[in-house]
Nanobody, 129 residues
Framework: QLQLVESGGGMVHTGGSLTLSCAAS????????IGWFRQAPGQAAREGVA??????????YYLHSVQDRFTISRDEAKNTIYLQMSRLNVEDTAVYYC????????????????????WGQGTQVTVSS
């Protein structure tokens, strides 16, 4: 059973940076599609922030509002997923979740339709003005 544990959340000022980590255990992430999602205060649903295909593909999808500010990556040796966030603004305040899905998942569909087999428990990111 794959388990995901996020860390790295916290409070930053507008314009600041944070890097979120998601450590996986139970199996290797190497060939799986990975993604980061967030749920803002008062929002009923999570939105896909960034999704990346497994080792068989090269697709990456970013939510329009985070393009050029956020970067999704993985470290195969550490079996960990990262989300590097820069130039943060108050609209980025949310609970952030990492997620993992099957290797051949379409990454745009994964992010848009919030499709994933495994989810982490979430980490809070708060951006203050």
């Amino acid at each position: 059973q794959l388990q995901l544990v996020e860390s790295g959340g916290g409070m930053v000022h507008t314009g600041g940076s944070l890097t979120l980590s998601c450590a996986a255990s139970g199996r290797s992430l190497n060939d799986l599609a990975i993604g980061w999602f967030r749920q803002a205060p008062g929002q009923a649903a999570r939105e896909g922030v960034a999704c990346s295909s497994g080792s068989a593909g090269t697709g990456v999808y970013y939510l329009h509002s985070v393009q050029d500010r956020f970067t999704i990556s993985r470290d195969e040796a550490k079996n960990t997923i990262y989300l590097q966030m820069s130039r943060l603004n108050v609209e980025d305040t949310a609970v952030y979740y990492c997620a993992v899905d099957r290797p051949n998942q379409n990454v745009q569909a994964m992010c848009l339709f919030r499709v994933a087999d495994y989810w982490g428990q979430g980490t809070q990111v708060t951006v203050s003005s």
